[in-house]
């Protein structure tokens, strides 16, 4: 039985991935930060009223012991770990020239250095297992296309894909596949802070930032969490073995690269 770990599974996509990859059969441990925990136990439990086994963690991505606990806790509590979904990220609407470090280094330390730690605490429980695994990493849109006022989040996402390539490279040896998913415009609470702060930025009305994004998207409606999710199913289970070091768009045709 393969067990998985997606973090920031409290709410959006990261709780639509839990879901479906309990749905697909895996045992599913959920985390996110200590204020989300009674958000975390509502994923919990969906994912136990699939008859799959869970655990909902509490931590912080961007802390190294915490990082290392998910990790324990998720082997410990479930028997293994076999996927691990770096989901966790956090988004900032500005001008570059009005960020300040302390807000750069925020965003980073979520986005980049999280990943990191995601990334390379999962890969060490996977090698000392010895049966390989599937690593998975949020980048986004943002990490193929530096976008305006979303400077900072386009280069930690940017980020995201040079540590899944280099990663890639260096596990390949212990049977560890690492790819990233990267979504577009979804339907959920980061993306509705995003459409508010453009709004006042631009000093236009509540969704409209959205609606003018979201006109530019081939399939002519922005994604929900499931739609992603459906692409993660693919990465974490056997179809994609032969698939490694690429971060793909997920983006309703939004980029073509």
Same mark, same amino acid.
């Given at each position: ?6 973090? !920031?599974?409290?709410?959006?996509? &990261? ?14 441990? %959920? ?35 915490? %990082? ?38 925020? %965003? ?30 949020? #980048? ?5 296309? &530096? ?85 993660? #199913?693919?990465?974490? !289970? ?6 490694? !070091? ?5 983006? &309703? ?5």
């Amino acid at each position: 039985m393969t067990v998985a770990h997606v973090t !920031g599974a409290a709410r959006g996509i &990261g709780k639509a991935i839990a879901l479906r990859l309990a749905q697909d059969g895996h045992d599913v441990a %959920v985390s996110d930060l200590p204020s989300m925990k009674d958000e975390l136990d509502v994923t919990r439990k969906g994912i136990e009223a699939l008859g799959r086994r869970s655990a909902a963690l509490t931590g912080d991505v961007s802390d190294h012991d915490s %990082v290392r606990q998910l990790v324990v806790d998720t082997a410990e509590q479930l028997g293994s770990l076999d996927v691990f979904v770096a989901n966790a990220g956090i988004a900032q609407t500005k001008a570059l020239l009005d960020v300040t470090p302390e807000e750069y280094d925020k %965003v980073h330390a979520v986005n980049g250095r999280g990943v990191f730690l995601c990334y390379t605490e999962a890969a060490r429980q996977m090698i000392k297992q010895g049966t390989g695994g599937k690593i998975i990493g949020a #980048s986004s849109i943002a990490g193929h296309k &530096g976008f305006p006022l979303l400077g900072v989040y386009s280069s930690s996402k940017f980020g995201v894909r040079a540590l899944t390539q280099a990663a890639a490279q260096e596990w390949a040896e212990h049977g560890i596949t690492v790819n990233a998913y990267c979504p577009g415009i979804v339907d959920t609470n980061m993306w509705v802070e995003v459409d508010r702060d453009l709004g006042a930025i631009n000093n236009v009305g509540e969704g409209e930032s959205m609606k003018a994004m979201a006109a530019g998207i081939t399939l002519g409606r922005v994604s929900r969490g499931e739609d992603v999710a459906g692409f993660v #199913s693919y990465l974490a !289970g056997p179809d994609s073995n032969y698939m490694t !070091g690429q971060s793909a768009l997920i983006d &309703g045709g939004m980029l073509f690269v």
